[in-house]
């Protein structure tokens, strides 16, 4: 019987171990055969010495990915403990190349999954991508990232932030106050990730000048968006009409980044999503691309990817398409 110390630091704790433990308690699953005790900051592992090296280079595989983010979530200890070395190398390789920017308090904000990777790439080379795929894989958040960049480099003068005013089973007309009381709990996942990424005074005076805009769909209607990065989040509950309008408005010196997914559309019956077709149709443009993110992108917690994953056995699929 064979005994392994580890200490990591007491700030890091929490976040290496998981709250309540939860990441010691996947590992002993993953290594039912060592004893794995978490106290302190200290982490006891006993057993043979085979499966303590074993235990070892997963550990320190969590510590290379929590020292690169900043946290290791759930899903990602999962893949790690799945696939073993090529996960880690994923994350090892080209680490200053993820980066996208500095975020709020100096948090940094990274591509951390390889098509939200891609996506950051191929906005340097297209002028137009689109990003679909299921909940969670942060295609918004990585629009939203990549759009303030833009602007921090002077690239654009100006950030246009659109969703389709569509109701996900309620109903905004009951809801308190003028147009804007009403459309701002429906845009909050874009506030919320400006907030990650700028000071708030500093995000208050770009919305006052309009530097960032934060508007529905139909108010894009008639305008040319010139030197803007352009994000209509929501995609998949517009109609082929209005992705239509909302892609004509591409001006000069212009970036746009579509997202959506087509697994949670909200249009009523008699209408149909314009998101598939317009993939379809523009597949073979040069300037734009189209990024399909997947379960395996999903940083959200491990339960969502297995929710992703029944429905999609279910092949409860897309709806109204």
Do not use: W
Request: charged share 25%.
């Amino acid at each position: 019987m064979f005994e392994e110390i580890i200490n990591v630091p007491p700030a890091d704790v929490a976040d290496i171990f998981g709250v309540n433990n939860a990441h010691i308690e996947l590992l002993q699953r993953a290594f039912p055969h060592l004893a794995i005790l978490a106290r302190g900051n200290e982490l006891k592992v006993k057993g043979s010495k085979e499966q303590i090296e074993d235990f070892s280079l997963i550990f320190n595989a969590m510590l290379s990915i929590f020292d690169k983010y900043g946290y290791i979530s759930d899903n990602d200890l999962l893949h790690l403990l799945e696939k073993g070395d090529s996960y880690v190398l994923l994350h090892a390789d080209n680490a200053q190349n993820d980066v996208i920017l500095s975020g709020r308090d100096g948090k940094i904000i990274r591509a951390r999954t390889p098509n939200q990777k891609r996506m950051v790439e191929s906005l340097a080379k297209n002028d137009m991508i689109f990003a679909i795929g299921p909940a969670g894989t942060g295609k918004t958040y990585t629009a939203v990232a990549l759009a303030v960049k833009a602007l921090r480099n002077k690239e654009v003068k100006r950030i246009i932030l659109t969703r389709p005013a569509v109701e996900a089973g309620e109903n905004l007309g009951f809801l308190p106050g003028d147009l804007r009381d009403k459309l701002d709990p429906y845009l909050q996942p874009l506030y919320d990730a400006l907030r990650d990424m700028l000071p708030p005074q500093k995000l208050l005076s770009f919305m006052e000048d309009k530097t960032i805009e934060i508007a529905p769909l139909a108010f894009m209607r008639g305008r040319t968006l010139d030197n803007a990065c352009v994000i209509l989040d929501e995609a998949q509950n517009a109609t082929a009409t209005q992705l239509k309008m909302f892609l004509t408005r591409m001006g000069n010196n212009a970036k746009f980044l579509i997202t959506g997914d087509l697994t949670q559309i909200d249009l009523p019956k008699h209408q149909h999503s314009g998101l598939l077709q317009a993939t379809k149709l523009l597949q073979n443009i040069e300037g734009i691309d189209i990024i399909f993110l997947n379960t395996e992108d999903i940083i959200r917690h491990k339960i969502v990817t297995q929710i992703v994953e029944a429905y999609k056995k279910e092949n409860i699929l897309e709806k109204n398409v």
